[in-house]
């Protein structure tokens, strides 16, 4: 398990200098997660921040964007996810994020191997970009506390497909608006239609 200073995390993103003391004061007036995950993708109170603006007019120049969070509780894999833009995760509280290269996934099949990835410990009040090539998921709990992580993307990321492409290569994988997901066969997202390709372990810390 890495910090996302070292410089093995180069090949999956960086670390932004923000000031993102704003945005944890804001996210910390929410409610508790009783448990697991919840994800909203657009929060308007974090969208009425200055940091916003920054992020839409610098971080993304000037590409409509939209500031949601992942919150909750989480210790497992589960499933991996890519978009074709890069996503800033901002760590509210200490977290974990479980990271892999798009690079690793065998498109003949729509397989990847849950061994190729790495554990990068975010502390509190660090952002950091992971780029379009980065799977990810939702971050893990540190110490089975809550974990609060704001996150922002293209605007209309994550929200229903409004078309459906014929599901073949890749376009099997296509689960979302610029969301890309491969499951994991304990997770039970393929109840909810998700391609079961992850193979190996269902990571858990």
């Known amino acids: 398990m890495k910090k996302v200073t070292d410089p093995s995390f180069r090949p999956y993103g960086r670390v932004?200098?923000?000031?993102?003391?704003?945005f944890v004061k804001t996210i910390g007036t929410n409610a508790v997660v009783s448990?697991?995950?919840?994800?909203?993708?657009?929060?308007?109170?974090f969208e009425a921040l200055p940091l916003f603006a920054q992020l839409r007019d610098e971080v993304y120049g000037g590409l409509p964007v939209e500031f949601g969070h992942?919150?909750?509780?989480?210790?497992?894999?589960?499933?991996?996810?890519?978009h074709r833009s890069s996503e800033i995760d901002i760590a509210a509280t200490d977290m974990y994020l479980m990271l892999g290269k798009q690079q690793d996934i065998d498109y003949t099949t729509n397989e990847y191997k849950t061994d190729n990835m790495e554990i990068f410990y975010v502390p509190a009040g660090t952002a950091v970009e992971l780029y379009a090539t980065?799977?990810?998921f939702a971050p893990c709990s540190v110490d089975g506390k809550e974990f609060r992580c704001g996150v922002v993307l293209p605007k209309?990321?994550?929200?229903?497909?409004?078309t459906v492409p014929p599901k073949k290569g890749e376009n099997a994988l296509l689960f979302a608006a610029n969301k890309w997901l491969i499951a994991h066969k304990d997770s039970g997202l393929q109840n909810d239609g998700a391609v079961i390709g992850l193979v190996g372990k269902n990571l858990e810390i």
Do not use: I, M, R, W
Request: glycine share 8%; net charge negative.
């Open 16 to 22: 932004f200098d923000l000031d993102v003391s704003e």
């Open 35 to 45: 448990s697991g995950t919840v994800y909203e993708p657009s929060v308007a109170a």
């Open 70 to 82: 992942c919150s909750g509780f989480n210790t497992k894999l589960n499933a991996v996810e890519y």
């Open 134 to 136: 980065t799977l990810h």
């Open 156 to 162: 209309g990321t994550n929200e229903p497909l409004q």
